[in-house]
């Protein structure tokens, strides 16, 4: 049996669930099996390993991983140059310092000598010389939250709502940076044109899935008379496809609307002579 072509790192994590199912929307599955960190994925010459994010970006960086799902977060890190395809917007989080609410004067921290805890190394660090603070840095490894106020004055981390933060007594002081999951590949394998034709042709189809998501298709009955004033309020990709009805009865309108703009384009649509309006949504679209 030959090599795989490719060779893609899946996040282990909360971010597992969200990438598994925007690839099983494009029509790749993953299959969980007795070996649970080697995933069978259905798309030929691709064999899939599941790792850690942090791990993922380490293993792009070097090469042994040509395809991979990660946060901006440790991307920025890690301090690595990888090719970033898309950001899904999946699992948005903000990475942010917060100190215990008693802690600060005024909103901010106190000009003293600070213990700073963080999972987040390198940007912690950077932080810290940037606002030039007087700190100490401990690394965390995970439930960094848990540490102040005995263990650490302050903590970078990340967070989604901050309602985690909130319940540990924690308010936020600065945000250092916004991530999400991203699709990122290794330099090495775009550099080599069977890898890259594979990379860009699984990047093409998960960025049909987004764009579906953000869209619904909306088909609409209209008169001849009123053709083009129906065509004129409808916003679309490019122009909408229109069909006669049967017995010249007037036209079959289909357009791929903004999902976000759908609650004020029906009323619109009615007052537009529109009837019979149907609204589907599309799993892909590829432009």
Same mark, same amino acid.
């Given at each position: 049996m030959?090599?795989p072509?490719?060779h893609?790192a899946?996040?282990?994590?909360?971010?597992?669930?969200n990438?598994?199912?925007?690839?099983?929307d494009?029509g790749?599955?993953?299959? #969980?099996g007795s070996?649970n960190?080697r995933?069978?994925?259905?798309?030929?010459g691709? &064999?899939?390993?599941?790792?850690?994010?942090?791990?993922?970006?380490?293993?792009l960086h070097?090469?042994?991983?040509?395809l991979g799902?990660?946060?901006?977060?440790?991307?920025?890190?890690?301090h690595? &140059?990888?090719?970033?395809?898309?950001d899904t917007?999946l699992?948005?989080?903000?990475?942010?310092?917060?100190?215990?609410?008693?802690?600060l004067?005024s909103?901010?921290?106190?000009?003293?000598?600070?213990?700073i805890a963080s999972e987040?190394?390198?940007?912690?660090?950077r932080?810290?010389?940037?606002?030039?603070?007087n700190a100490?840095?401990?690394? *965390?490894?995970?439930? *960094?939250?848990?540490?102040?106020p005995?263990d650490?004055d302050?903590?970078?981390?990340? *967070?989604? *709502?901050g309602?985690?933060l909130?319940?540990?007594?924690l308010q936020?002081?600065?945000?250092?940076?916004?991530?999400s999951?991203?699709l990122y590949?290794?330099? &090495?394998?775009m550099d080599?044109?069977?890898?890259?034709d594979?990379? &860009?042709?699984?990047?093409?189809?998960?960025?049909?899935?987004?764009e579906?998501?953000k869209r619904? #298709?909306v088909?609409?009955?209209?008169?001849?008379?009123?053709?083009?004033?129906l065509v004129?309020i409808?916003?679309? #990709?490019?122009?909408?496809?229109?069909? $006669?009805?049967?017995?010249s009865?007037g036209?079959?309108?289909?357009v791929?609307? $903004?999902?976000a703009?759908? $609650?004020h384009l029906i009323p619109?649509i009615r007052?537009?002579g529109?009837t019979?309006i149907?609204v589907t949504t599309?799993?892909?679209?590829? $432009?």
């Amino acid at each position: 049996m030959s090599d795989p072509i490719l060779h893609l790192a899946l996040p282990k994590g909360r971010m597992q669930d969200n990438v598994f199912r925007l690839l099983a929307d494009a029509g790749i599955h993953v299959k #969980m099996g007795s070996r649970n960190y080697r995933p069978a994925i259905s798309f030929a010459g691709v &064999e899939a390993k599941i790792l850690k994010p942090q791990n993922i970006i380490e293993m792009l960086h070097a090469g042994s991983r040509d395809l991979g799902f990660a946060g901006a977060d440790w991307v920025a890190e890690k301090h690595v &140059e990888l090719v970033e395809l898309l950001d899904t917007g999946l699992d948005p989080v903000r990475l942010v310092a917060a100190a215990p609410i008693d802690l600060l004067e005024s909103g901010v921290l106190p000009k003293r000598h600070l213990v700073i805890a963080s999972e987040y190394e390198q940007l912690a660090l950077r932080w810290i010389r940037k606002n030039g603070l007087n700190a100490t840095f401990v690394r *965390t490894y995970g439930a *960094t939250e848990v540490f102040p106020p005995e263990d650490a004055d302050c903590i970078v981390d990340n *967070t989604a *709502t901050g309602a985690t933060l909130r319940s540990n007594g924690l308010q936020i002081v600065d945000q250092l940076m916004t991530s999400s999951t991203r699709l990122y590949a290794s330099p &090495e394998a775009m550099d080599k044109p069977q890898k890259r034709d594979v990379i &860009e042709h699984i990047a093409l189809l998960i960025k049909g899935v987004l764009e579906a998501r953000k869209r619904v #298709m909306v088909e609409i009955n209209i008169s001849g008379e009123q053709l083009e004033r129906l065509v004129a309020i409808l916003p679309c #990709m490019r122009e909408p496809t229109i069909a $006669p009805l049967h017995g010249s009865a007037g036209y079959a309108v289909k357009v791929a609307v $903004p999902r976000a703009d759908l $609650p004020h384009l029906i009323p619109q649509i009615r007052a537009a002579g529109g009837t019979d309006i149907v609204v589907t949504t599309p799993n892909q679209i590829i $432009p």
